[in-house]
């Protein structure tokens, strides 16, 4: 386009330009995805305390299936699917919801303001008066993947944990 317009003209990239708010919307970004990891993280937790106390709680039946020939490897897989069992069907929910809520954010805002009140968007305080929403679907690969790795991950010390259960120690009362 410059060589075509001649000398007379001069063309700069927006990103030069608005340099500033290029960065800052990329840190946004960042920030967001971090975010979002740290909730998926929290969640993993919440896998770990979960199956934890289910190992507590099934000792006793852990220590009856060792006696009966069960390795342990086969109670830590036990103990393994159902971890990664949660992991996959909160990963599904939380993926649909985030999708539909996606697609869906002007009605959600719209909603929210007519429940509480309140113009959420006014265009006297900010730049613009509505909600965009574009889906990415590689985010939402990130996103997804991410929670499916973790929640596997959150599976191994509490199926490891199950596999160590000794048979006299987890059947002594």
Request: charged letters at 10%.
């Amino acid at each position: 386009i410059v060589a075509g317009l001649g000398d007379a003209y001069r063309a700069d990239d927006w990103s030069h330009t608005q340099g500033s708010l290029f960065s800052a919307m990329k840190m946004e970004k960042t920030m967001i995805g971090l975010l979002l990891m740290m909730i998926i993280a929290v969640a993993a937790f919440n896998i770990i305390a979960t199956l934890v106390m289910v190992v507590n709680d099934k000792g006793p039946d852990i220590a009856i299936l060792r006696t009966l020939g069960a390795t342990p490897a086969q109670i830590m897989g036990t103990f393994m699917v159902q971890g990664s069992l949660i992991g996959v069907v909160g990963t599904l929910i939380g993926g649909v919801l985030g999708v539909i809520a996606a697609f869906n954010v002007s009605q959600i805002v719209g909603w929210l303001e007519r429940v509480s009140g309140q113009h959420i968007f006014t265009s006297d305080v900010y730049f613009i008066s509505s909600l965009p929403s574009q889906l990415q679907w590689g985010d939402v690969a990130i996103i997804c993947s991410a929670g499916l790795v973790m929640s596997f991950l959150a599976t191994i010390y509490p199926a490891y944990r199950a596999s160590q259960v000794q048979p006299a120690i987890g059947l002594a009362v």
